[in-house]
């Protein structure tokens, strides 16, 4: 299987992306396209000895997209960007799938104009999965549309649907709407205009839920707006930090604590391979015709090796084929 | 200083309600006027030797607003209600602030009409202060107004700075808009419109930040409207929640770590302390004429206690004689 990966995305590219996808072709039985700056890609490639690696190829490309551009200009007038010419390898059927941790705006609206949308979806949303105390959740849209219309949230409920029953295993997988209390009458004109929309569904829809239930593992997709989702997805980045941070300083105050953290290492090392970003890799683009992970513009190489293995978890459960079936 | 507490309200009450209550009389200085059914709170008194305690008083109160209630068939069938009978002794100058773990909309609801908003105030907003890196912050709306105009949350934001301010003792508070991204073009509708009216107001007004911030301490005040907020409180309930399972999980596999976990317990237990809803108490009611403090529907006698302490502290810095000043 080959995933073309974008080198020149992300606040540390190409040095850790070329470095996660050295890894992830040794370890996932992957090929990788490296697509960006040849001359750079292959400095990075020699200084991990990988020049010759056979399962590494350099696809040159000689534009980057910069974090903070628009969108609408990148793709105006950047089409040799290392996100379009990865995307047109998938297009061209010389890639499986595509990784990216360059700017997320422009991901999402070159795969969208590049790839073209799954029939019925208006809007391809993000997804992320996150473990919760009985397997693994997903939450979508956290990002790609901060205002949406109820039609499109139902859409995302059964692309995340699919997803859960596809790649998590999830049998029959319970939908719920995020709100912000389980009664039909709270929350606000979207979601009760949603409502409607989702208990008419074919999905096993559960109804209403709040966001103190997301871990609680009886609901398996949750679905809300970009600009929700996105809250969320950021606000647990945040919320982990400010824990990780309190339970450091409190530890360095007294040697016994200290002794206990160091009894507990291994504790912590499995709890932060659970919640660690860099552990789930990235989130997919669903929607699109490809199969697309976006991973955080932040990402340095154990996260890009896990968007790589997001990305090629999602070929082998041949979502896009699921899609094309229901849809 | 004399704060009614609503002793019908919440799940637990009114053994848990009464339970807080006598300890706040004794610990905090106040004293207690109990608001509800007087023979069941006579009984739960006497349970604890407090039937004569001097600073505990009743005030009897025939009717109880339901936890599911709709707040507006509370204020029309039930004028003799726990709410409504506790936010009266303030109006008529018998209590200085109050309590209640009941009905939060009903609450909500008759403060509003009971007591009447400050001046300019057009929505009344939750408030919640939380630990962050450097200190406090104050997060508003957390669930009065699931759908906000922007004027409202530029309303919060005043409401907030105020509170921040002369509560918190912040030195001229930065005030920050919560959105998907700092940059101004990021964001949903409401963010956009909001904007301008906060860099046009006298507020020390940061610009737009993200929810993975709340915690940094560098942004003293953060506004959204009441989905979002409401949204983020119960997110930290949940998330915090599932990751005290895992550690706790995570420990119970090997003895090693048990012995590391009983050295961290004063570690944890400082940790508890400072991120334990319990010990914030309650949420502040902003924009009423009126001290009220909303606690936790789930809120046992430890809450209520906080509770009780916020609307203290609150009646001590004269947060409405500033509003009033400012408004």
């Given at each position: 299987?080959?995933?073309?990966?974008?080198?020149?995305?992300?606040?540390?590219?190409?040095?850790?992306?070329?470095?996660?996808?050295?890894?992830?072709?040794?370890?996932?039985?992957v090929e990788i396209l490296l697509?960006?700056?040849?001359?750079?890609?292959?400095?990075?490639?020699?200084?991990?000895?990988?020049?010759?690696?056979?399962?590494?190829?350099?696809?040159?490309?000689?534009?980057?997209?910069?974090?903070?551009?628009?969108?609408?200009?990148?793709?105006?007038?950047?089409?040799?960007?290392?996100?379009?010419?990865?995307?047109?390898?998938?297009?061209?059927?010389?890639?499986?799938?595509?990784?990216?941790?360059?700017?997320?705006?422009?991901?999402?609206?070159?795969?969208?104009?590049?790839?073209?949308?799954?029939?019925?979806?208006?809007?391809?949303?993000?997804?992320?999965?996150?473990?919760?105390?009985?397997?693994?959740?997903?939450?979508?849209?956290?990002?790609?549309?901060?205002?949406?219309?109820?039609?499109?949230?139902?859409?995302?409920?059964?692309?995340?649907?699919?997803?859960?029953?596809?790649?998590?295993?999830?049998?029959?997988?319970?939908?719920?709407?995020?709100?912000?209390?389980?009664?039909?009458?709270?929350?606000?004109?979207?979601?009760?205009?949603?409502?409607?929309?989702?208990?008419?569904?074919?999905?096993?829809?559960?109804?209403?839920?709040?966001?103190?239930?997301?871990?609680?593992?009886?609901?398996?997709?949750?679905?809300?707006d970009g600009f929700v989702g996105?809250?969320?997805?950021?606000?647990?980045?945040?919320?982990?930090?400010?824990?990780?941070?309190?339970?450091?300083?409190?530890?360095?105050?007294?040697?016994?604590?200290?002794?206990?953290?160091?009894?507990?290492?291994?504790?912590?090392?499995?709890?932060?391979?659970?919640?660690?970003?860099?552990?789930?890799?990235?989130?997919?683009?669903?929607?699109?015709?490809?199969?697309?992970?976006?991973?955080?513009?932040?990402?340095?190489?154990?996260?890009?090796?896990?968007?790589?293995?997001?990305?090629?978890?999602?070929?082998?459960?041949?979502?896009?084929?699921?899609?094309?079936?229901?849809?």
């Amino acid at each position: 299987m080959k995933i073309a990966v974008d080198a020149m995305g992300g606040d540390h590219a190409p040095e850790e992306v070329v470095k996660g996808a050295i890894v992830a072709a040794k370890e996932l039985n992957v090929e990788i396209l490296l697509v960006g700056d040849q001359v750079k890609i292959e400095h990075e490639l020699a200084k991990h000895h990988a020049k010759n690696d056979p399962s590494i190829s350099i696809v040159h490309a000689s534009q980057v997209v910069a974090m903070g551009e628009s969108p609408v200009s990148a793709i105006k007038t950047k089409k040799d960007s290392s996100i379009n010419v990865g995307l047109n390898l998938v297009k061209e059927g010389k890639a499986e799938g595509f990784v990216s941790a360059g700017n997320t705006g422009a991901v999402m609206s070159s795969a969208t104009l590049n790839w073209g949308r799954i029939k019925d979806i208006e809007r391809p949303a993000i997804a992320v999965v996150w473990p919760s105390k009985k397997g693994h959740i997903v939450l979508l849209d956290v990002g790609a549309n901060a205002e949406c219309k109820p039609k499109h949230i139902l859409q995302f409920a059964y692309l995340g649907s699919i997803f859960s029953e596809q790649v998590l295993h999830t049998k029959s997988p319970k939908v719920g709407l995020l709100s912000i209390g389980e009664e039909e009458e709270k929350g606000n004109t979207l979601v009760a205009e949603t409502l409607p929309l989702l208990k008419a569904s074919q999905l096993n829809f559960v109804g209403n839920v709040e966001s103190k239930d997301i871990f609680g593992g009886e609901v398996d997709v949750f679905v809300c707006d970009g600009f929700v989702g996105n809250m969320l997805l950021k606000f647990a980045e945040g919320i982990l930090d400010f824990m990780y941070g309190l339970i450091k300083g409190e530890i360095k105050k007294n040697w016994l604590a200290m002794l206990g953290a160091l009894l507990l290492k291994p504790v912590f090392k499995s709890i932060q391979k659970k919640t660690d970003y860099d552990e789930c890799g990235g989130a997919l683009l669903l929607g699109v015709k490809g199969i697309c992970v976006i991973s955080h513009g932040r990402s340095k190489a154990k996260a890009i090796k896990n968007a790589i293995k997001v990305a090629k978890e999602s070929v082998e459960a041949n979502i896009l084929g699921k899609f094309a079936e229901i849809g």
